[in-house]
Structure formats: C-alpha cells, structure tokens
C-alpha cells in the first residue's frame, strides 16, 4: 500500500471518529438530578422537600403527598404544612408534628395529610409552606393531581354521599 493511500485512510478515520469523540465531556444533562415525576423538588435547604403534590379525590380536597430528607445529622420535625401566597385560604390538617431523623427520608403519603380550599382540584397548582422545627421553611407551588393511576391507593379524605345517593367511582383511563 502506498504512503498516500495510507495517508488518506488515517485522515478519514480521524474524521469519521471526530463526531463521536466530541460528544464527550462533562456537565452535559445526563450529569444532573433529573427527576421524571409530577411532583416538584425543592432541594436548597436542610430538609429536602421531593416529589410534592396533592392527590385530590373530589375538587376542594386532597392528601399532601412529599417525601422529606434530612441532610442534617440532627433530628428535625415537620411542625406545619399550611397554603400560602394566592393559596393562603387553602387549610392543611395532621395529626401533629412529624418527626425527621437525621440523614434519613420520611414519607408524607403514610401520615395522611388532608388538605382544603378552592385551588385543590387536579390539574391546579397550590402554594404550600412546609415549616420545620429546625431548619428554615420551604415555599414550593404543588401540582394537584387526580386519584387514578399511579396514585390510585393514596388514601384521601372521605367523602360520604348524602342520603339518596350512591357513591360513584372514577373511571380509570386505559393503558
């Protein structure tokens, strides 16, 4: 084989590896906290609020769905969750304060956290402040979503039918 044909064959395979080399680097999105859920984050203080939103069940109320996370090696607690800004009408109610160990996660779903106002109807949005014992409290604006699908078994406050009627369910969407 000739100099120049080899010459030419290097400098082709030089650029036909070049694309793919200079999809190489860093800080591309794949390097970032991505999460694919409905729910908002809010990760810029000591107790990180994951995956916020309300199931609602019948317009005007819902369950507060959120995981929390401790970054801090001391225990914390959950002392409020309570509808802010434009959503300031909107009532929040739990049994009490819920405690967060340090360095560990809690789950809101299991606690049951009811919540009321005009705004909770799925496909809103609301404004809640989530206050801690400790660390500084979070402002987040939750989507409202309907109880079907994914979040079929959060348990959300009763509705009872008034006498003469009959409790009707939702029809599920196909998937």
């Keep these: 084989m000739n100099v120049t044909l080899r010459r030419s064959l290097a400098a082709a395979a030089v650029v036909l590896t070049a694309p793919a080399l200079a999809s190489c680097g860093f800080n591309y999105p794949t390097d970032q906290v991505y999460t694919p859920s409905v729910g908002v984050n809010d990760r810029d203080g000591d107790v990180d609020v994951l995956h916020a939103l309300v199931v609602s069940g019948a317009e ?3 369950t507060v769905v959120a995981a ?4 801090q090696q001391e225990d914390d607690a959950l002392t409020e969750i309570a509808g802010s800004g434009p959503d300031a009408s909107v009532t929040v109610s739990s049994a009490g304060s819920v405690e ?3 360095t560990e996660l809690v789950q809101l779903a299991e606690e049951e956290i009811g919540v009321e106002g005009e705004s909770i109807a799925p496909g809103q949005f609301v404004e809640l402040t989530f206050s801690f014992q400790n660390a500084e409290s979070v402002t987040v ?3 409202v979503v309907a109880r079907r699908g ?3 078994e959060i348990p959300v406050p009763s509705e009872e039918p008034t006498a003469g009627e009959t409790p009707t369910e939702e029809p599920t969407p196909a998937e």
Excluded: H, I, K, T
């Excluded at 929390?68 to 970054?71: A, E, G, I, M, T």
């Design 60 to 62: 005007g109320s819902g």
């Design 68 to 71: 929390l996370v401790n970054n």
């Design 100 to 102: 967060v160990p340090g």
């Design 141 to 143: 604006e939750v989507p």
């Design 150 to 152: 994914d979040y079929a």
